[in-house]
């Protein structure tokens, strides 16, 4: 059972405008969210994360929103460039001496220019 | 540079046999993952370990083995009871286990083809 959910497998957006990337999660227990960006061949790198007790994120073009009550997240990204073109996952993570990190499906991001 | 390695990038291997996957982290990190990435899928954790000489089985453990002896070293067994294990695979490290908003480091990958 998958409690992160990226539910676009992609999305194409023009150089310059925003990009908006989903999220949905089901176990309100998650204390803590990330994105992470990889492009091929190579591992995830982190991008950008937003603790349960805030509700936006912002670094540069990035900004990560966080709405618990429908237990949704987003990542804005402004303004989109080609080189942002990648895949996209989010993940949460429990609270507790081992923090387990569930990850989405990721979400392909090509930006045309 | 400090970072995660992952050898090799691509293996193959037939069916019925071992193969060891290599990880090697130089962060001075306490706590190391293993996941497998699959076509239209998450990540999803087969073995962790928050400390030398420790590990935990994760979500799908079924068919690995892992060991950790060095704390730079993670290395994953995918044995011959593995029914599926034609994937991609990613190591993690991190610096603890527990704790807020340090996030993972991940290695390379090895995609793993059985023939």
């Known amino acids: 059972d998958q409690q992160v959910k990226q539910n676009s497998p992609s999305l194409s957006v023009q150089e310059g405008r925003i990009s908006i990337l989903n999220c949905d999660y089901t176990?309100?227990?998650?204390?803590?969210f990330l994105w992470y960006k990889k492009y091929p061949a190579e591992g995830p790198t982190f991008l950008i994360s937003?603790?349960?007790?805030?509700d936006k994120n912002e670094d540069g073009r990035f900004t990560v929103f966080l709405n618990k009550s429908a237990k949704h997240l987003s990542l804005h990204i402004v303004p989109s460039q080609p080189g942002d073109s990648a895949v996209y996952f989010c993940?949460?993570?429990?609270?507790?001496?081992?923090?387990?990190?569930?990850f989405g499906s990721g979400t392909k991001l090509n930006v045309k220019p | 540079d400090g970072g995660i390695t992952q050898s090799p990038k691509y293996l193959f291997r037939k069916e019925g046999q071992n193969v060891t996957l290599s990880c090697e982290q130089n962060?001075?990190?306490?706590?190391m993952y293993w996941y497998r990435q699959d076509p239209g899928q998450g990540l999803r954790l087969i073995y962790y370990?928050?400390?030398?000489?420790?590990?935990q089985k994760g979500d799908i453990a079924e068919g690995y083995s892992v060991s950790r002896e060095k704390k730079e070293s993670f290395p994953l067994t995918v044995t011959s009871a593995q029914k599926n294990p034609t994937a991609f695979y990613l190591c993690?490290?991190?610096?603890?286990?527990?704790?807020?908003?340090?996030?993972?480091?991940f290695g390379p990958g090895t995609r793993l083809t059985v023939l």
């Open positions: 937003i603790s349960s007790i805030k």
């Open positions: 370990s928050q400390i030398v000489n420790d590990f």
């Open positions: 176990n309100s227990m998650f204390d803590y």
């Open positions: 993690a490290s991190r610096i603890r286990s527990g704790g807020n908003s340090d996030e993972q480091f």
């Open positions: 962060l001075n990190h306490d706590a």
């Open positions: 993940a949460a993570k429990t609270d507790g001496n081992f923090n387990k990190f569930y």
